[in-house]
């Protein structure tokens, strides 16, 4: 790949080259896998099912189940009812799920199926349900297919019945079960009653039992998502994957939103607790004050290593954002900042960090591609690339560093399960960088000792 001036980059608006994200059913399938006993099903060809699959039980490792409507040939030219009537038949009788939540397909985008008709005459059996949601994957990301997929529930499901429940919603964004772990942790200890919605905790983190079971414990149950309307607020973790569903509840069942940044690093985290806090009028706990004392101190004692060290970082637009605060915070230089969603938001509030901590030089697209920012970085290199798996092209290139975190992560174990918001989040994150540039300070060194040997 030869290195290019601005003035050779010419804009691309019709092709991306290793593209930094998924399709929409990919984020549609996980939100529906966060929901107890749910089925997530695929109303288009089985092909497309077996690549979304696929893709997140790399991720996970552990299966991602969902169902298909079997488009053959026919299907395509005739439409999908009769397929998606017997498919929704077949799943309750065979899987038995408590709830089935279709989405649709390039496919069945395309030729222009109507799912909300096709549920509505549907003989669906007593106590069972069905919603659906609209993700064409020519359009947006799997970030998309996520929160389109939430809009899908609540729009069913949620229901003001005039009388409050007393607790707060917790919509975590697209992060890992650990994470969500994570978050709920924080909202327990101070004493705040919570739905989380949605829970892939318990679910695609689920314990080796000894025997297969399709519906694990977790995920958050059908009439919690129904509760979500007598909620009295909701706190929308993530700005831009989280704010439609918050702002449709708001709609449907005058529910009030908070919309705060996915709490990764010592001021998001710090959002999020004040914000518990409030709501449940409990002091914080010595315990997260510790944990916050501490990851300071682990700040302060590594700074040397990281000090003005310059990063790209890529990946889901909310987690890129979390990640740059914090590198802000450690004092390093997010010079190149990129996420595959199209979502212009994205772009202007991470120039607003940028402004926040006066850093110059730095660069931040959103609908962008790793090519792209291979070739910014052959233009002017970094010390530090941050994100999941497909980058390390790029760091294997030109002899970078890689830390791996966001999605997808396919290529290493354990991840998943650990988790990157909140104080020990954010302590994870630091020592992962920390040990990287220290890697290769040593690997460095050892190089020049073998030079002057020799």
Known sequence: MLSMTPKELKERTALRIN??????PVGAIYCALGVHKCMPHSHGSQGCVSFHRMFLTRHFKDPAIASTSSFTEGASVFGGRTNIETAVKNVFDIYDPDIIAV??????ETIGDDINSFIQDMTIPEGKLVVHTNTPSYVGSHINGFYNMMCGFIKY???????SNGKIAIFPGFVNPGDMREMKRIA??????????PDTSGVMDAPMTGHYEMYPKGGTKIEEIAALGDCEKVIALGEITSEEPAALLEKQCKVPYELLP?????SATDEFVTALSKFSKCEVPYELEEERGQLIDIMLDAHQYYYKKSVAIYGDPDTVLGITSLVLEMGMIPKYVITGTPKEDFTRKAEELFARYSVEGCKA???ADLFELHQWIKNEKVDLLIGGTHGKTIARAEDIPLVRAGFPIIDRYVHSYMPIVGYKGAMRLVEMISNALMDRMDRDC???DLEIVM
């Open 19 to 24: 593209p930094c994200k998924t399709c929409q």
């Open 446 to 448: 050892a190089d020049e």
């Open 365 to 367: 697209k959103a609908s």
């Open 262 to 266: 996915l709490p990764i690093g010592i």
């Open 188 to 197: 327990s200890l101070l004493k705040a009653p919570f739905i989380m919605f």
């Open 103 to 108: 989405h649709t397909t390039c496919l069945s």
């Open 157 to 163: 499901l949620s229901r003001k019945t005039g009388k």
